[in-house]
């Protein structure tokens, strides 16, 4: 069965209920199903919840960061030559990385 399916069969189910006896019936099926997927049982979320995601090469150097975001109206090349000529190689992110970094800093804002 699809999802789809299901969220109309259920709703048909609980079409008749008052708001508080439908909660009660989904909260007493979802427990006796054990719909949690949750490893540990105290923990109310699934553990996928938690994941914050590995850092980028970028924000884990403070000095490259903000020698980043102090450069106005550079293209990604540009930007990574000056990295390269201030920090060396060793310091400069990949071109990838940095598109990357950008990436998420306009889904920050």
Do not use: W
Not at 10 to 33: F, H, N, R
Not at 86 to 98: A, Q, Y
């Amino acid at each position: 069965m699809n999802k789809q399916y299901l969220i109309m069969a259920i709703a048909k189910l609980l079409q008749g209920l008052e708001q508080y006896e439908a909660i009660t019936v989904l909260t007493e099926a979802k427990l006796s199903l054990n719909f949690d997927k949750s490893p540990v049982p105290e923990l109310k979320q699934c553990a996928n919840t938690f994941r914050r995601g590995r850092p980028t090469k970028i924000s884990q150097d403070p000095e490259v960061e903000q020698f980043i975001l102090n450069l106005d109206y550079l293209s990604q090349i540009e930007i990574l030559a000056c990295l390269k000529q201030r920090f060396g190689v060793e310091r400069t992110p990949s071109r990838s990385s940095l598109s990357h970094y950008f990436k998420l800093q306009r889904k920050v804002k």
